[in-house]
């Protein structure tokens, strides 16, 4: 079946840098990814719409400019999240629609990030 | 946005019992799916319902479509301790394919 890969699983950085996080579709070509963030016991809230060969889409309250997305291929999107601060640390989750029939969705494993 | 309701939010129970999750919305979904997460991981779908008043079983797991398609249930019979996780349904967002999730049911079983 269809696979998203994430990666890294889980990454501790200090507070100013950044971390990258990528997204592959392994057996399929996603024109749309989605990035999720996830705190500990809570539901997966949308950041952003990833978009092959255009601007990312981003919901209501996220900056752009501190998570920067980019989808320059149709199998691989990246999310960096720049000058992190412990409050940035959570579980971030990338998924891809196969199109198929119901649009099904596939997630990555998640990246678990600690801002120290 | 359309906003999906989940209840109960966390489920403490014994190996063998049943229960019930349900999904709750005012808004018509073309399609509802269920996932389950466990710690550290990404959901997993379980199943999707498109059809009102449709019912689709998955092992022990029984899903339940409303007919006005706005709400949906997830039924265990005789959970198990592998059944343990967060469940969560989810329902295509009006302006594209993104899902929006309801807030999740946390379910643990004891042996």
């Known amino acids: 079946g269809a696979v998203v890969s994430q990666h890294p699983s889980r990454v501790i950085c200090k507070s100013g840098t950044s971390v990258k996080i990528e997204c592959r579709s392994l057996d399929f070509q996603a024109t749309t990814m989605f990035w999720y963030r996830q705190f500990p016991k809570q539901s997966l809230m949308l950041m952003a719409t990833s978009n092959e060969g255009s601007k990312a889409t981003y919901e209501q309250g996220v900056e752009k400019d501190k998570f920067l997305i980019n989808h320059a291929s149709l199998t691989l999107s990246t999310l960096t999240v720049t000058s992190a601060h412990p409050e940035d640390s959570s579980f971030y989750i990338c998924s891809a629609p196969t199109w198929r029939l119901n649009t099904e969705a596939f997630f990555g494993q998640g990246t678990r990030l600690t801002v120290v | 946005t359309q906003l999906l309701e989940q209840s109960p939010q966390f489920l403490s129970i014994q190996e063998g019992e049943n229960l019930t999750v349900y999904c709750n919305s005012s808004s018509v979904f073309s399609s509802l799916q269920w996932y389950r997460q466990e710690p550290g991981e990404g959901p997993v779908l379980l199943v999707t319902?498109?059809?009102?008043?449709e019912v689709k079983k998955l092992k022990r797991l029984t899903f339940q479509f409303g007919d006005a398609r706005k709400d949906s249930s997830l039924h265990i019979t005789a959970a198990q301790p592998g059944d343990t996780g967060l469940y969560l349904c989810?329902?295509?967002?009006?302006?594209?394919?993104?899902?929006?999730f309801g807030k999740g049911t946390s379910l643990l079983v004891t042996p």
């Open positions: 319902v498109v059809t009102g008043g």
């Open positions: 989810a329902g295509l967002t009006n302006s594209g394919y993104a899902l929006n």
